[in-house]
């Protein structure tokens, strides 16, 4: 006590003017220090936002920057530009579509362990050229925003949903959606959606699709998971995206998670629709670049050729 007098002495100097309020300082700083000192006891280490680390080595605060940023001025991550540079890039000698590069990283992105990093693929593709009107901005967010939705049914809603809001948090007025209500506006369950879900089904599976689902043939809840609602009310939707952009999608968004058995019907789903075993290859080689830059490790994904034979 005595020498929490001294230091409290130390610290106030002259601005103490009577022994009582003196004492009744020292208290202060006492119950200050000794609420300190407990805290920090039953907290262990720091834990603040500051002190965790990104998979990647990066500081979090660093690499997270845009969330203390204000909407007006959002700060860009260079290294993740720079990746999105190659993503792009690596779809030019390819029959895959320019403008399809985006939906692969924003599956890639939000199946990892990062999905608000999909707010700076939204701040890379405003830099680019394409984009530089509203009703250009608009129908790039329409495109991913029907990848993350169609996300959920493969990679489950929470994740979708982080990245939706943290690319909402940079879109200005003028470049939001004026539709006046969501794309599955007034769905229905109906014979017509169960015909349209097997369908696209029957073209990623063709004659495999009976003994898959036969695979749930004790778990029936799963088969009709698949029908009606996977494959009728997500996949096969085409208001916004075609039959390659969904399959890229597809393929990239279980891919990233480590998945061995979706990710060889995925391979050879998307093979079954025309892609060049080439082009597959891309698509293999650029989720691995964002799982190694999000220090991810797939390694129990089949590779492109050792599907081949059961294309």
Same mark, same amino acid.
Request: proline residues 4%; hydrophobic residues 35%; contains cysteine.
């Given at each position: 006590?005595?020498?929490?007098?001294?230091?409290?002495?130390?610290?106030?100097?002259?601005?103490? =003017?009577? !022994?009582?309020?003196?004492?009744?300082?020292?208290?202060?700083?006492?119950?200050?220090?000794?609420?300190?000192?407990?805290?920090?006891?039953?907290?262990?280490?720091?834990?603040?936002?500051?002190?965790?680390?990104?998979?990647?080595?990066?500081?979090?605060?660093?690499?997270?920057?845009?969330?203390?940023?204000? =909407?007006?001025?959002?700060?860009?991550? !260079?290294?993740?530009?720079?990746?999105?540079?190659?993503?792009?890039?690596?779809?030019?000698?390819?029959?895959?579509?320019?403008?399809?590069?985006?939906?692969?990283?924003?599956?890639?992105?939000?199946?990892?362990?990062?999905?608000?990093? &999909?707010?700076?693929?939204?701040?890379?593709?405003?830099?680019?050229?394409?984009?530089?009107?509203?009703?250009?901005?608009?129908?790039?967010?329409?495109? /991913?925003?029907?990848?993350?939705?169609?996300?959920? &049914?493969?990679?489950? *809603?929470?994740?979708? /949903?982080?990245?939706?809001?943290? $690319?909402?948090?940079?879109?200005?007025?003028?470049?939001?959606?004026?539709? !006046?209500?969501?794309?599955?506006? +007034?769905?229905?369950?109906?014979?017509?959606? /169960?015909?349209?879900?097997?369908?696209?089904?029957?073209?990623?599976?063709?004659?495999?699709?009976?003994?898959?689902?036969?695979?749930?043939?004790?778990?029936?809840?799963?088969?009709?998971? =698949?029908?009606? $609602?996977?494959?009728?009310?997500?996949?096969?939707?085409?208001?916004?995206?075609?039959?390659?952009?969904?399959?890229? *999608?597809?393929?990239?968004?279980?891919?990233?998670?480590?998945?061995?058995?979706?990710?060889?019907?995925?391979?050879?789903?998307?093979?079954? /629709? +025309? *892609?060049?075993?080439?082009?597959?290859?891309?698509?293999?080689?650029?989720?691995?670049?964002?799982?190694?830059?999000? +220090?991810?490790?797939?390694?129990?994904?089949?590779?492109?050729?050792?599907?081949?034979?059961?294309?």
């Amino acid at each position: 006590m005595r020498l929490l007098h001294q230091r409290a002495c130390a610290i106030l100097g002259n601005r103490v =003017s009577h !022994p009582r309020h003196l004492a009744l300082q020292t208290h202060a700083y006492t119950a200050a220090s000794l609420q300190s000192r407990s805290f920090r006891t039953k907290s262990g280490p720091d834990t603040s936002i500051t002190s965790r680390r990104h998979p990647n080595s990066r500081s979090f605060a660093a690499h997270c920057g845009t969330m203390a940023s204000d =909407s007006a001025s959002p700060q860009t991550d !260079p290294a993740l530009f720079e990746l999105f540079d190659t993503l792009k890039g690596s779809f030019k000698n390819t029959d895959l579509g320019h403008d399809r590069w985006y939906m692969l990283a924003a599956a890639a992105i939000v199946g990892g362990n990062d999905p608000e990093r &999909c707010d700076q693929l939204y701040l890379y593709l405003t830099t680019q050229p394409e984009f530089q009107t509203p009703p250009q901005r608009q129908a790039m967010v329409r495109r /991913l925003r029907e990848a993350l939705f169609k996300c959920i &049914c493969i990679i489950g *809603v929470c994740k979708p /949903l982080e990245a939706i809001m943290a $690319i909402n948090k940079f879109e200005r007025d003028e470049d939001k959606d004026p539709a !006046p209500q969501a794309t599955r506006e +007034g769905w229905q369950c109906d014979e017509a959606n /169960l015909q349209r879900g097997m369908g696209w089904m029957s073209k990623i599976y063709a004659g495999n699709l009976d003994d898959t689902l036969e695979l749930y043939k004790d778990h029936k809840d799963f088969a009709w998971v =698949s029908r009606h $609602i996977t494959y009728g009310l997500y996949l096969s939707d085409r208001q916004v995206l075609d039959d390659m952009d969904t399959e890229i *999608v597809v393929l990239c968004g279980i891919m990233i998670q480590n998945l061995r058995l979706e990710t060889h019907w995925h391979i050879r789903g998307i093979r079954r /629709l +025309g *892609v060049s075993k080439a082009d597959v290859q891309v698509l293999w080689d650029d989720v691995q670049r964002v799982a190694k830059f999000f +220090g991810m490790s797939l390694t129990r994904v089949p590779t492109v050729e050792s599907v081949e034979y059961d294309v």
